[in-house]
């Protein structure tokens, strides 16, 4: 049986200390904005409740802090699997937005909440590409049959993310090679 000093000291470990490690400050720019607000948000709570076991010493803290740091795990380790996905997945060919597309942004469009798969696995490798241009550049793309806008957009103090938005009335596509 662990103690709980050893425990809280595992904790530490896992954790840094408090500090970030290098796997998980490398997070927050890499996988898409849902998996990285998953890990970094887990991860400040892991921490947080970390430094008020250690102040406190209780036992139940410390079971609070140890669940919250295999939450971060857990997250981080969902974000990077999705970051790795982004990278083995072919990029999408360049195509012109349809001219029956409302303007972006604007009130034509909604949060593509749930995402899909193919919508997160694009978000993760366009988030280089529009924080290069910097915070609220977007890109229109078709993205597995469907119109999906992506923009760059803060999802904390320090969490940059891509955001995915749906028009709201259904778009006809038309595949490149049937025109």
């Known amino acids: 049986m662990i103690s709980n000093n050893n425990l809280l000291a595992l904790l530490l470990l896992f954790l840094g200390g408090g500090k970030s490690s290098p796997s998980a400050s490398s997070a927050p720019s890499g996988p898409p ?13 892991a921490d947080r409740l970390a430094a008020k076991a250690k102040a406190t ?6 079971k609070a ?6 939450r971060a795990a857990d997250a981080i ?5 999705s970051q790795q996905k982004a990278k083995a997945t072919p990029v999408a060919w360049p195509q012109a937005p349809s001219d029956q597309l409302p303007p972006f942004p604007g009130p034509g469009w909604r949060s ?5 798969s193919a919508v997160a696995t694009r978000a993760q ?4 590409v529009l924080w290069g241009q910097g915070e609220g ?6 993205t597995a049959g469907q119109w999906t806008a992506y923009r760059a957009d803060k999802m904390g103090p320090s969490i940059k993310g891509v955001t995915a938005w749906f028009p709201r009335s259904q778009v006809t ?3 490149p090679i049937n025109t």
């Open 125 to 128: 490798q366009l988030l280089p």
């Open 77 to 81: 380790l969902s974000a990077n699997r």
């Open 57 to 62: 010493q209780d036992a139940a803290d410390a």
């Open 112 to 116: 593509a909440v749930p995402t899909p």
């Open 33 to 45: 904005a849902d998996k990285t607000s998953a890990a970094e948000l887990a991860k400040q709570e």
């Open 137 to 142: 550049a977007h890109k229109i793309e078709l």
């Open 65 to 70: 802090a140890a669940d919250a740091a295999q």
């Open 173 to 175: 596509t038309t595949h």
